[in-house]
């Protein structure tokens, strides 16, 4: 009789994986269950740590390489962005933060179906609160002008005139 040994679901593998005995007859018959699952898990996790190890020694050239395959810009198109707006935030025009770099932003609305941008939809760099700020927002033009009028005073006026006697 065979055993089996079921490996607990994770993130990573949503669906238990069957046990190398069973694996290994899926193998011949060019099946797997579930589909993307390493039959080999050790070699898996081999070769997860060493991604792991490489990303940490190359955190710059990482860095770039998600930039274009995220946001399908270079470094050279992020460079010039940043001598455009003379090395300053779109947003609130100061300079980033000692070893920090300006976020990408971009209009969700062009392309909100997936994680990736067409490159297209591109408006500039901000720096981390700027780009929070409108994310938190939603990018509502209408809750930005609601928010400039609370601030110039338009809110306490209507408190004061609710709680006179």
């Known amino acids: 009789m065979v055993s089996l040994r079921v490996i607990r679901a994770s993130r990573k593998y949503p669906k238990p994986a069957l046990a190398r005995p069973v694996a290994s007859l899926l193998r011949g018959l ?8 390493p039959l080999n898990m050790e070699s898996s996790l081999r070769d997860r740590e060493r991604a792991s190890l490489w990303n940490k020694r190359h ?65 500039g760099l901000l720096c981390g609160n700027c780009n929070r700020i409108l994310g938190l927002a939603h990018e509502d033009i209408e809750t930005f002008i609601r928010l400039i009028d609370y601030l110039n005073g338009a809110h306490s006026k209507k408190f004061e005139a609710i709680n006179r006697p």
Do not use: A
Request: glycine residues 4%; positive net charge.
């Open 59 to 123: 955190k710059d050239r990482r860095k770039w390489t998600v930039l274009k395959s995220r946001h399908n810009l270079s470094k050279q198109d992020y460079d010039n962005q940043l001598i455009r707006q003379d090395g300053v935030c779109s947003g609130c025009s100061k300079p980033p933060e000692e070893n920090k770099n300006l976020h990408i932003d971009h209009d969700h609305r062009c392309c909100s179906d997936s994680q990736k941008t067409c490159g297209k939809c591109f408006r």
């Open 30 to 37: 060019s099946i797997q269950y579930p589909p993307n699952v």
